[in-house]
């Protein structure tokens, strides 16, 4: 239609126009697996809205291979979303937690900070990196003496920088 992109579709029925992703080459991969992995594959791909299991098991692929991604390479660039519950009358982990977050100012990029009742807190810290450093940070974080809870989401980034338009001034 026109200048615009194949990926970008114009609809006759509304005036802007509709971002879908580029159309890629696809191959046909056949798998066998046994009933009961297949059935709780199916009520798992039912339970998160998957429309085909085509689309569930590219989804756990590419998460696996980012996530080897991630290891293969200690230099790869990261985002980390840690996130950990404590007792905030615990002995000074309030003040060692903020502590911790300056120390590394320069990839903690955001955190919140949750009352989620009268004595457990719940604090989400998000960091960018290399994979080899923010992971260091991130363990430290969980490993702390009275964190509960822990866990960190990694998400490998594009290598190249970010690649959205605008200027830096």
């Known amino acids: 239609i026109g200048n615009v992109p194949k990926h970008i579709c114009r609809s006759t029925y509304v005036g802007a126009p509709v971002m879908r992703r580029p159309i890629?080459?696809?191959?046909?991969?056949?798998?066998?697996?046994?009933d009961e992995i297949a059935q709780a594959f199916d009520a798992l791909i039912a339970k998160r809205g998957y429309k085909n299991r085509s689309e569930a098991f590219r989804d756990l692929l590419r998460r696996e291979?980012?996530?080897?991604?991630?290891?293969?390479?200690s230099q790869t660039e990261c985002m980390a979303v840690v996130s950990f519950g404590f007792d905030h009358h615990a002995r000074s982990l309030p003040a060692r937690m903020t502590e911790q977050q300056h120390e590394h100012h320069e990839s903690i990029i955001a955190s919140m900070h949750v009352h989620a009742s009268h004595e457990r807190c719940v604090e989400v810290v998000v960091m960018r990196g290399n994979y080899k450093n923010i992971s260091t940070i991130a363990q430290?974080?969980?490993?702390?003496?009275?964190?509960?809870?822990?866990?960190?989401?990694?998400?490998?980034?594009p290598s190249g920088g970010h690649d959205h338009q605008h200027s830096h001034e």
Do not use: F, K, N, P
């Open 65 to 73: 291979l980012a996530q080897e991604q991630l290891q293969d390479s």
């Open 140 to 157: 430290e974080m969980i490993a702390e003496t009275g964190i509960e809870d822990g866990a960190v989401h990694y998400v490998a980034l």
């Open 24 to 34: 890629t080459a696809m191959q046909r991969v056949t798998i066998s697996i046994d």
